[in-house]
């Protein structure tokens, strides 16, 4: 079966509560991500610091699972606005145990002053896969993977990460899909990817309305995944790929996003507007493309519309 990249840049308005910022995913973190991902996000907080947008989007759609992450690194005296240059979340299944999540986080962490901070909050670490599991804050474990990169997620979760790392269950390289979605995008300044499942939802948000429709009932197991990237050079841009079956269900898809587009315009508030007008739509024989950019200007003002805070739940 001949496999189709649709290219399809989104606006940005669709797509909020998936957004993030990243940079090439470490080899520390790509060794503890198990085959079944469902979706990676990783965050280039230097990105974030050195950017007003993207600090103010940050500020405005920080998901519960970066909060929680955050809070406890916070608790072994890492500070993520001055310590972190990257955190990547990785979502995967874990058999019976279902969707799990951890966090690998990298930059300039002292590994003696973190673990002094764990020993004097904790008991003796419990040894698995030769590594230290150390209970912290948020019922969470913790581990090194090198002397500044730290493994964090539910003891579940961690330990199926370094079983991917060790050998005994498969890692993400045995998925050569989802690898070489990352390999297309992670060169980028931003970039997440996403399996089958991960996809759909992502397009049920962008469609709208026409998610309804009996037409994407019968188009959404042919899409197999999906890559996104996204910058702020001279205000924001975003760039999204979902990876279809065939020609045909990018054309198909391709008419089912411009009703979503004109759906929400329905509804939208003047800001949304002006975004979906900063929004263009064009497919050929092959490929779907859409386009979203705005200045700085027109995105802050898309951050205060209420209809920014409903789509980032």
């Given amino acids: 079966m001949n496999k189709t990249r649709t290219n ?37 907080y230097r990105i974030v610091r050195s950017s007003d947008t993207a600090t103010a989007l940050k500020s405005q759609v920080m998901p519960d699972s970066l909060k929680e992450f955050e809070g406890a690194l916070k608790g072994i005296d890492v500070d993520p606005g001055k310590d972190l240059e990257s955190l990547t979340f990785a979502s995967f299944r874990n058999g019976k145990r279902g969707l799990k999540t951890i966090g690998v986080a990298s930059g300039s962490i002292s590994f003696t002053v973190v673990l002094k901070k764990i020993q004097a909050q904790t008991a003796k670490p419990v040894k698995y896969q030769g590594s230290d599991l150390y209970p912290v804050s948020g019922g969470m474990s913790a581990t090194f993977l090198d002397d500044s990169t730290l493994l964090l997620g539910d003891d579940s979760a961690v330990r199926a990460a370094l079983n991917a790392r060790a050998g ?93 587009a004109l759906y929400k315009k329905l509804t939208a508030t003047p800001a949304q507007k002006i975004a979906l007008q900063n929004m263009t739509v064009s497919s050929g024989s092959s490929d779907l493309q859409m386009h979203f950019r705005a200045d700085p ?16 739940r």
């Fill in 8 to 44: 399809i840049l989104l606006c940005v308005v669709a797509l909020l509560g998936t957004v993030a910022w990243a940079s090439p995913m470490s080899s520390s973190a790509r060794s503890v991500i198990p085959s079944e991902v469902q979706q990676i996000i990783s965050l280039d």
């Fill in 168 to 260: 005994s269950s498969p890692g993400l390289d045995s998925n050569l899909r989802v690898s070489h979605m990352i390999d297309f995008v992670e060169k980028a300044p931003v970039w997440s990817v996403l399996d089958e499942q991960g996809s759909q939802d992502l397009l049920l948000s962008a469609l709208g309305g026409a998610a309804k429709l009996p037409a994407y009932e019968n188009l959404k197991n042919r899409v197999l995944g999906s890559d996104y990237e996204m910058n702020f050079k001279r205000g924001v841009s975003l760039r999204i790929d979902v990876l279809a079956s065939d020609a045909s269900t990018s054309a198909q898809l391709s008419s089912l996003l411009k009703m979503g």
């Fill in 297 to 312: 200007k027109q995105f802050q003002d898309l951050l205060h519309s209420q209809f920014f805070a409903t789509a980032a």
